[in-house]
């Protein structure tokens, strides 16, 4: 007994301290693997000692209260969710009750009360008894309904998320590299859970509601779809769900995980709740759940394999990235043979080893990640040379995060990704080159600076002897070079791949100076943090890049051969008149479906959220998803049309 208690002891220790660093601090000790696996073990132990523990995670919810914000408790607790990870059980479960089957967001729980039709708070799950007040920040959250048709008393739980595409974007013009989000939960937590408004307000949270509560004067019978159907009408984005009883849950089930990889909102499984809200709420709760609800966790496939190196992949910025390479291995349909390591902390913490047996899984079903270490070997070398270029490398320690970096500035890795972010698709967009070509053609002397692109066109003996070309694809290469000799200035810019720039904060910089480059060339630093939304990392990036003799020469270089077009006067022929567009999956060419749908809209089209027979184009870069919008859509014949096919027909 007495060992079963320190162990007891030992796991609560080791979960707070998770927990802490996970929700207060946006870190993460270890993976949602682990941190599940040694929560049920604390479990098993509960159970076979018949005693819980202080502070136990078992009947404990979220986090402590540490911020500066104001605190208010709730009125009745908000609870977490009992999990399975079979669909069998959730079948079970079900009996003969209808249910309804919606994402699990991955996001910050929050509780909104409207009265007069106004948002009068709104507050975090917090500790599940008491939470942290951030109705300004939930002010600014871009779906919200300002105003509503309803003037009573309404309570609305809800996941309050960043979608994926936006996260993707922010996170690329993160000032400082360190600053920067591991995911989408964080970016979130952290956009909502501080003081300024302002900053919650450029991160594009939105909110989904997934609990309505009960309000007098309207009768739901009984209903929980009611609630969502009312609430909808509101004005309210609620969750994604789908109506379900014990003969099709496996298969909304199959279809929500078809969908994940096309899914904007970041979740981490799916929830089940009765619909039948009498029966749900007689069930009552235990300390940590609410029995008329169950939430499905994907069952991570684990793989077993070896690890046969770890690779230290070199980035533009000069990070060097350890990824661990293992014996191929079959996950969730695909083999999956490598798994970025994050940093060096991630891997001194995993204790790794070349030759070590590890254990693989893919978070999410969609990110391979390392689960565990069972050698722990721990003799993994970091490399004090750098990869690419053989300098020296240096290691950084921030937030007590460690990671690898090359200073040499002159860094073949880095020459490279200038390259390759050179000719991306947001830059110069230039086809057919990989960074392997890149590789070959500077390793035959053709590429030194960016300019070089220009003359590959004199090369064409070097170039179709290497491997992987012909002469077909150096046509092909040099008609795709011609091309891109056109482009927008904050293209242009953004292309130089000076740090911190992003294409947006490209776009702002050359509306400013109303696309006039010498006025750019010549700016200060303090003269780019008048714009709104440039800061002065940005400024003294762009200033002292152009302040540089070397990059000003590769500029000259590059306007030899490029034209910068003027912007075009916006096109506003109403060409897209009378058309019904839906959007969804994720975008490529669009930074978000906002804009995508001001594009529409600008051309006299609608873009609206619900495929139906009034749709005439439902936009998705996945036209073989199996999504619930796809299905619809084949059902009624509507076109799928892809991004790029929505352009040409715009164009
Ligand atoms: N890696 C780490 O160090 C670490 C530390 C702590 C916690 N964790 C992770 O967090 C999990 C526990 O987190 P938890 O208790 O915050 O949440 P949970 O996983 O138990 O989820 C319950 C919550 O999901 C939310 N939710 C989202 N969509 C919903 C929907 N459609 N319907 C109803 N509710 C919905 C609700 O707020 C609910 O409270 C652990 O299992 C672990 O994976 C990881
Ligand atoms: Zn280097």
């Given at each position: ?30 993976s ?292 661990a ?14 798994a970025?390591l ?8 995993l ?7 590890i254990s693989v ?8 990640q390392l689960a565990e270490n ?278």
């Amino acid at each position: 007994m007495k060992d079963k208690f320190d162990r007891m002891k030992e796991l609560i220790h080791i979960l707070s301290e998770a927990s802490k660093a996970y929700y207060q601090e946006n870190r993460e000790l270890m993976s949602n693997f682990e941190y599940d696996k040694l929560y049920d073990e604390l479990l098993e132990l509960e159970k076979e000692t018949d005693t819980v523990l202080a502070n136990s995670p078992s009947v404990h919810v979220g986090y402590e209260l540490l911020t500066s914000l104001e605190k208010e408790p709730h009125s009745s607790p908000m609870l977490s969710l009992d999990k399975t990870k079979e669909v069998g059980q959730l079948e079970e479960w079900l009996g003969d009750q209808k249910g309804l089957l919606s994402w699990k967001l991955d996001g910050l729980t929050i509780v909104l009360t409207y009265q007069d039709g106004v948002l009068l708070k709104a507050v975090t799950r917090g500790n599940g008894e008491v939470g942290e007040v951030v109705t300004n920040n939930a002010k600014v959250f871009v779906n919200l309904p300002k105003k509503l048709a309803y003037k009573g008393t309404l309570v609305i739980r809800g996941e309050a998320v960043i979608h994926y595409s936006d996260f993707e974007r922010m996170n690329e013009e993160m000032e400082d590299l360190d600053s920067r989000y591991k995911n989408p939960r964080n970016l979130c937590s952290g956009s909502v859970r501080q003081l300024n408004n302002e900053v919650t307000a450029k991160r594009n949270v939105r909110f989904y509601g997934f609990s309505v509560g009960d309000v007098p004067d309207v009768d739901f019978h009984n209903s929980v779809e009611e609630k969502f159907i009312w609430a909808r009408s509101l004005g309210f984005d609620i969750v994604d769900y789908v109506a379900v009883t014990k003969d099709t849950v496996a298969e909304e089930v199959e279809r929500f995980s078809q969908a994940i990889e096309t899914n904007d909102q970041p979740s981490d499984g799916l929830v089940l709740i009765y619909d039948d809200i009498a029966y749900g709420r007689s069930l009552g709760t235990t300390a940590k759940f609410p029995r008329d609800s169950i939430a499905f966790k994907w069952a991570d496939e684990i793989a077993e394999t070896t690890l046969k190196e770890i690779e230290w992949s070199p980035s533009r910025t000069g990070l060097i990235n350890p990824v661990a390479i293992f014996d191929p291995v079959e996950l969730e349909g695909s083999t999956v043979s490598r798994a970025s390591l994050h940093n060096i902390s991630v891997m001194e913490e995993l204790e790794l080893g070349v030759g070590d047996q590890i254990s693989v899984y893919k978070a999410n079903m969609i990110i391979p990640q390392l689960a565990e270490n069972q050698t722990r070997s721990g003799d993994a070398p970091i490399p004090d040379t750098c990869p690419a270029c053989g300098g020296k490398t240096e290691i950084e320690e921030e937030n007590g995060i460690r990671t690898l970096v090359c200073p040499n500035q002159f860094c073949s890795a880095k020459k490279i990704k200038l390259f390759s972010h050179f000719v991306s698709r947001d830059a110069m967009n230039v086809d057919g080159l990989s960074e392997a070509s890149l590789h070959k053609m500077m390793n035959k002397g053709l590429l030194n600076e960016l300019y070089d692109l220009f003359t590959l066109k004199d090369h064409m003996e070097e170039i179709i002897e290497m491997e992987g070309f012909g002469e077909k694809s150096f046509h092909n290469l040099v008609d795709a070079v011609e091309r891109a000799r056109k482009v927008t200035l904050p293209k242009f810019l953004y292309s130089l791949g000076i740090a911190n720039v992003g294409l947006s904060n490209a776009k702002l910089i050359c509306r400013y100076f109303e696309d006039d480059l010498d006025a750019i060339r010549n700016a200060d630093a303090d003269d780019f943090t008048v714009i709104d939304g440039i800061g002065p990392v940005i400024g003294d990036a762009v200033s002292g890049y152009f302040r540089l003799e070397n990059n000003r020469q590769t500029v000259d270089g590059l306007l030899q051969y490029v034209e910068i077009e003027k912007k075009q006067p916006e096109k506003t022929e109403k060409i897209l008149d009378g058309k019904t567009f839906v959007i969804t999956g994720s975008l490529e060419h669009y930074e978000n479906r906002k804009q995508l749908q001001e594009q529409i809209e600008l051309l006299g089209g609608k873009a609206t959220g619900s495929v139906t027979k009034k749709t005439d184009y439902l936009i998705n870069n996945n036209k073989n998803s199996t999504s619930s919008k796809n299905k619809k859509a084949m059902e009624l014949s509507i076109p799928i049309i892809t991004e790029e096919e929505f352009m040409d027909m715009i164009k």
